[in-house]
């Protein structure tokens, strides 16, 4: 796998003329997923996401979407640029892809996704890493956004939003 790198790349920023070890984090990280290369698209994705910078993606259906966001986490600690604090918030109006998704990253060592509903005294003490809630208790409850306030949300992610009717 090759990176194309530039001077707004955080494959080059995070470790100056080192490009290579971020390189070999993500093969490693993609070991864990069972994935071999990346597509264009992931990569540029997940260029984005480790830049913190905006991203949208409309992609055909099983084409990979989910999987940037869902090695952020990993990368960035095998990285050494995450202090194991961060959140990642994903909003999925579907429990059936929470669970998923859920079921997925906590097959990756030292990930903790939980989903809300699931595991509600996990998420009140901030034991995950991937927070999977749908658009009614991120929007709508009042108790649950003051809870999500006392965390560090590094990344918010809208996962399947064309099946939401109303934003």
């Known amino acids: 796998m090759t990176f194309t790198t530039n001077e707004n790349s955080p494959f080059l920023c995070l470790f100056g ?5 971020a390189e070999d984090a993500v093969k490693k990280v993609l070991k864990m ?3 071999v290369n990346l597509k264009d698209e992931q990569k540029k994705m997940l260029d984005l996401l480790l830049k913190r910078e905006d991203c949208i993606a409309v992609l055909p259906t099983g084409y990979g979407k989910s999987l940037p966001y869902q090695m952020l986490v990993p990368l960035r600690r095998e990285m050494g640029t995450d202090d ?3 959140k990642v918030i994903v909003c999925s109006p579907l429990v059936a892809i929470m669970r998923d998704q859920c079921e997925r990253l906590n ?3 030292g ?3 939980v989903y809300k509903g699931n595991e509600d005294n996990q998420i009140d003490m901030g ?3 991937y927070l999977f809630a749908s658009p009614e208790y991120l929007v709508g409850d009042k108790k649950f956004r003051a809870t999500l306030q006392t965390f560090d949300v590094s990344t918010i992610v ?3 939003f064309h099946t939401i009717s109303t934003w």
């Open 17 to 21: 003329s080192c490009g290579k070890m």
């Open 33 to 35: 997923f069972d994935i």
């Open 84 to 86: 194991k604090n961060t």
């Open 107 to 109: 097959g990756i060592p």
């Open 111 to 113: 990930v903790r996704a």
């Open 127 to 129: 034991k995950f890493d």
């Open 158 to 160: 809208v996962d399947e």
